[in-house]
């Protein structure tokens, strides 16, 4: 089975921290995903990676950065948090099998901005 | 930006069949059609997939019609544990094939 594993379940940071996120599969996928979800609002694309020190915008990439040094490992950063940024944040792989979106995703990340 | 609409609930009983439809107008010509289910503090976990037509496989049924500006997600003989919130997920064709999740759908099995 695919794994994706996210560094923590539950994350309580201050206002002005710097945070890492860290995602790691473990299946050779090419393709990761950092997404936030939020009641109402359902799962926003924050950056995506489809290589090794490449990466994309999603739709709401201001106050995020990212970082993918290894193939299996993808972070998501937040240079300095703010309280708009709680949420819970998801990683997700994929293969590049051409246009299928067949995603495989973490248990996600609880981060709470105080 | 394509837009996914999705009911934001649906009710059933034990046994039954849900369907949950997906409209998506400006789909990409080549993109797949993907629905997802999720439980509460879980990720989203892929279900099934399609382009046209039907496709079935354990879990669910997906139908596309021909415009493929919609598509249904069936899940046949429904039991608790099938209550989850389900996602659509289609590719937008106006941004060279960004996904685009849907809103989701909050499915409550009843006994």
């Known amino acids: 089975d695919v794994k994706v594993t996210q560094s923590s379940r539950y994350l309580v940071k201050r206002t002005g921290e710097k945070v890492f996120l860290e995602c790691v599969q473990d299946?050779?996928?090419?393709?990761m995903f950092w997404y936030r979800q939020d009641p109402g609002l359902g799962l926003r694309l924050i950056y995506f990676s489809y290589d090794v020190k490449m990466k994309e915008k999603g739709d709401i990439p201001e106050g995020y950065s990212v970082s993918r040094e290894k193939k299996e490992r993808f972070s998501l950063i937040l240079e300095s948090a703010s309280t708009n940024q709680t949420s819970m944040y998801l990683c997700?792989?994929?293969?590049?099998?051409?246009?299928?979106?067949?995603?495989?995703f973490g248990p996600g990340t609880r981060l709470t901005v105080t | 930006l394509a837009k996914t609409t999705q009911p934001i609930s649906m009710d059933s009983y034990e046994g039954q069949e849900v369907n949950i439809t997906c409209s998506h107008n400006?789909?990409?010509?080549?993109?797949?059609i993907t629905w997802y289910q999720q439980f509460p503090s879980q990720g989203p976990r892929f279900i099934i997939q399609?382009?046209?037509t039907k496709v079935t496989n354990e879990v669910a049924s997906l139908f596309i019609p021909a415009d493929r500006k919609s598509s249904t997600l069936s899940l046949p003989r429904v039991s608790l544990s099938d209550t989850a919130v389900y996602y659509c997920l289609v590719g937008d064709g106006n941004q060279g094939g960004k996904l685009i999740f849907g809103q989701g759908t909050e499915s409550s099995v009843k006994p």
């Open positions: 399609g382009y046209k």
């Open positions: 400006n789909i990409a010509t080549n993109d797949y």
């Open positions: 997700a792989s994929s293969p590049p099998t051409g246009l299928s979106y067949e995603q495989y």
């Open positions: 299946m050779d996928h090419e393709n």
